[in-house]
């Protein structure tokens, strides 16, 4: 199962790329549109994206499986 983080009704959004090998994609944005998600492999990943993003920038985001 694929996982993503959504704050309120929008999306974490990876517009330029999912980053791959990368810590982080090269930009991050919110975003109406669920196919510029930011994907998780697996929960564990998407809880530490989950905890960088609340320590580093403050954003409170939501757990959710995607497709």
């Known amino acids: 199962m694929t996982y993503a983080l959504s704050r ?3 999306w974490i959004s990876a ?3 999912q980053g ?4 982080l994609p090269p930009v991050l ?4 549109q669920p196919d510029i ?3 998780a492999p697996d929960l564990d990943t998407a ?4 905890t960088l993003l609340r320590h580093c920038w403050g954003w409170n985001t939501e757990i959710r499986a995607f497709r």
């Open 8 to 10: 309120g009704r929008q």
């Open 15 to 17: 517009p330029n790329g």
């Open 20 to 23: 791959d090998g990368r810590l």
């Open 29 to 32: 944005a919110l975003c109406d």
């Open 37 to 39: 998600a930011w994907l």
């Open 47 to 50: 809880i530490e994206r989950q």
